[in-house]
């Protein structure tokens, strides 16, 4: 069964701070992993990450694939309060156009 | 712009009672989604369809169904709805394509069955 775990659930940091957030997976086949970012309405995408290694970068904002040992990270430097929300992680497997989410962090930014 | 909107933001409905949930997409895109998130659980996948009235399971079916008559509009179902259906339910769609593409979400809809 195809697996998505993100760590750490919540983070509460302060403006300014750099954070770090984690996505392991395991799928069959795998095709591409996702980032989102929710507040409170839809989920927005953020990066779609394909080939190893190589960083995919908007902003403040950057990730990483290893598919070796199965994770990313999504990096936010110089985080500011706008940057509170739910991070989504997903994969994309076997059957394609199918999605498998992880439960999500929660960030704080705190003023 | 992609654009895919629910019929309500807010909806409560009591335990028992016939429930439809609207998305509407204006992208033309062939795959639609309906998802439920719920705290701690992140997104679970109800049903899927990749083209008018084909429909396929995902990972939480059961007390659900869905309906595709036009290929913009995707309906969930809650043929009697109980109190542990309450959850945020978010639509989303893509195009059928063979390579790996984002799939785009609606602002959900937070039902509250009482």
């Known amino acids: 069964e195809d697996k998505v775990v993100q760590s750490p659930l919540s983070l509460v940091v302060h403006e300014g701070d750099t954070v770090t957030l984690n996505c392991s997976y395991e799928?069959?086949?795998?095709?591409?992993l996702l980032w989102y970012k929710q507040e409170k309405k839809a989920p927005t995408f953020l990066f779609m990450l394909t080939s190893s290694g190589i960083e995919k970068k908007s902003g403040r904002l950057s990730s990483i694939l290893d598919k070796k040992e199965l994770f990313s990270i999504l990096n936010i430097t110089a985080t500011q309060t706008g940057d509170s929300a739910v991070y989504l992680c997903a994969v994309e497997g076997e059957y394609g156009n199918k999605l498998v989410f992880g439960a999500g962090t929660i960030l704080r930014v705190k003023s | 712009d992609v654009k895919v909107t629910q019929s309500s933001r807010y909806l409560v409905k009591r335990t028992g009672e016939k429930v439809f949930l609207e998305c509407v997409q204006d992208?033309?895109?062939?795959?639609m989604f309906w998802y439920r998130q719920d705290p701690g659980l992140g997104l679970r996948l109800i049903y899927f369809s990749y083209d008018v009235k084909m429909k396929e399971k995902g990972d939480i079916p059961e007390g659900y169904s869905v309906s595709r008559e036009k290929k913009e509009r995707f309906s969930l179902i809650l043929e009697s709805a109980s109190t542990n259906q309450t959850s945020m339910y978010l639509c989303?769609?893509?195009?059928?394509?063979?390579?790996?593409?984002?799939?785009?979400f609606g602002p959900g809809t937070r039902l509250t069955v009482t």
């Open positions: 989303a769609s893509r195009p059928l394509n063979s390579e790996p593409y984002e799939q785009y």
């Open positions: 992208m033309d895109h062939e795959n």
């Open positions: 799928v069959t086949n795998f095709r591409s």
